[in-house]
């Protein structure tokens, strides 16, 4: 597979993850028996997209990136390393860590059981807005690349 595919498949399973999660957001505010199925599914459907775009990430950073960061930190923007790239690796923990929560919390009744709606509901904005985060950051670094090869 080429590095751009590599690349572009980390970034749609990352969206899917954002996507997925705004859906369960969405779909929990009018939780039913009726879509229940539906939440629990794209729940499951976000949490597998985000940890096959974590594995994917790790092998392009571990084949990849080191190119790529000696060329951002001798570029004019070395924060996007610096900043951008390790906040992204430690928002991506938590991350992990909420998407894999988030089937979990939505076995309960969301339709009924008022708790179990509201925890769902935080834990998929919380996914929501770390993801977006972490795509922000993950665009600053592609940029810090690009910045890097311009004509100086």
């Known amino acids: 597979m080429s ?40 729940s499951l459907t976000a949490a597998i997209a985000m940890w096959l775009a974590y594995l994917i990430a790790g092998y392009w950073y571990i084949v990849y990136y080191g190119a790529e960061k000696a060329l951002i930190l001798k570029g004019p923007w070395p924060f996007a390393h610096d900043v951008c790239m390790e906040t992204k690796e430690h928002l991506v923990i938590m991350l992990l860590l909420l998407v894999t929560y988030l089937p979990i919390v939505v076995r309960g009744n969301l339709a009924s059981n008022r708790a179990a709606r509201s925890l769902a509901l935080w834990t998929s904005g919380l996914i929501f807005v770390l993801a977006l985060v972490a795509e922000g950051f993950g665009s600053m670094v592609g940029m810090g690349v690009k910045v890097a090869l311009l004509p100086h």
């Not at 572009?8 to 996507?19: A, F, R, Y």
């Open 3 to 42: 590095p751009t595919a590599i690349l572009t498949l980390h970034v749609v399973l990352g969206e899917l993850c954002v996507v997925g999660s705004l859906w369960v957001f969405v779909d929990t505010l009018h939780a039913t028996e009726a879509n229940l199925g539906r939440i629990r599914a794209v």
